[in-house]
């Protein structure tokens, strides 16, 4: 079993639409939890750090379960701008970060 | 743009050619990190340098030499590779490794290499 599952997409979406992703990680021991966001053929950047209690930033809400070992993203009003793979990170004890594969997003017109 | 700079940006080697590449970051930064990103695969962590020291090697091969001569520059030296090391390598830093430090990552735009 891959340490952090995501579902690769692509999601395609129009604009002004909600959509969630979710993401699976098998280290119970894992202490922090980040979305990273990547464009096309260009560097990941930190999109937000998930807490445990959830948070939101704008139009993007991230939640945390540790029950069920997963972690969320929601963008509500998708604009053309958020298409972007989005990345899973999970840090585990010892500071390790890992990565999952990302998920697809395209957002249309 | 991001505080960390990588030349090349496009690299293609042959088999047994040597190449370097190379990372800078002007954020201050005392921990540095070499990855790997191939299509459709998650980021692969290769090395951590903290303050100049390599604290992790991720199991990487000999054919890939890093070198780090202070805080602010990370260096792949890179010989004898073989075609599925094409992919692209991406330099980041962070404040440091430790519980708070680790936790942001700035990467540098990468260098993506085709070894033919």
């Known amino acids: 079993r891959k340490e952090v599952e995501q579902d690769p997409g692509p999601f395609n979406v129009?604009?002004?639409?909600?959509?969630?992703?979710?993401?699976?990680?098998?280290?119970?021991?894992?202490?922090?939890?980040?979305?990273?966001?990547?464009?096309?053929?260009?560097?990941?950047?930190?999109?937000?750090?998930?807490?445990?209690?959830?948070?939101?930033?704008?139009?993007?809400?991230?939640?945390?379960?540790?029950?069920?070992?997963?972690i969320s993203l929601l963008i509500r009003d998708s604009k053309l701008s958020d298409s972007a793979t989005y990345l899973c990170v999970v840090r585990h004890s010892g500071n390790k970060l890992v990565f999952g594969a990302g998920t697809i997003l395209r957002v249309k017109s | 743009e991001t505080g960390v700079t990588q030349t090349p940006r496009h690299l293609v080697m042959g088999m047994t050619n040597k190449k370097s590449l190379k990372c800078e970051q002007h954020l201050g930064h005392n921990a540095m990190y070499w990855y790997k990103q191939s299509a459709k695969k998650p980021?692969?962590?290769?090395?951590?340098?903290?303050?100049?020291?390599?604290?992790?090697?991720?199991?990487?091969?000999?054919?890939?030499?890093?070198?780090?001569?202070?805080?602010?520059?990370?260096?792949?030296?890179?010989?004898?590779?073989?075609?599925?090391?094409?992919?692209?390598?991406?330099?980041?830093?962070?404040?440091?490794?430790?519980?708070?430090?680790?936790?942001?990552?700035?990467?540098?735009?990468?260098?993506?290499?085709?070894?033919?």
């Open chain 1, 14 to 70: 129009p604009e002004g639409a909600t959509v969630a992703f979710n993401c699976t990680y098998s280290n119970s021991a894992s202490q922090s939890f980040f979305w990273y966001r990547q464009d096309c053929r260009k560097e990941p950047k930190l999109l937000m750090s998930v807490y445990s209690s959830g948070n939101e930033d704008g139009r993007f809400t991230a939640q945390l379960n540790r029950a069920s070992q997963y």
């Open chain 2, 43 to 116: 980021l692969e962590l290769m090395f951590v340098y903290n303050f100049k020291e390599q604290t992790e090697n991720n199991s990487v091969p000999s054919r890939f030499s890093p070198e780090c001569p202070n805080s602010s520059h990370l260096f792949l030296h890179l010989h004898t590779l073989q075609p599925e090391d094409s992919a692209l390598y991406l330099c980041a830093s962070s404040p440091g490794t430790g519980t708070s430090g680790a936790n942001v990552l700035t990467f540098g735009a990468g260098s993506r290499l085709t070894v033919l």
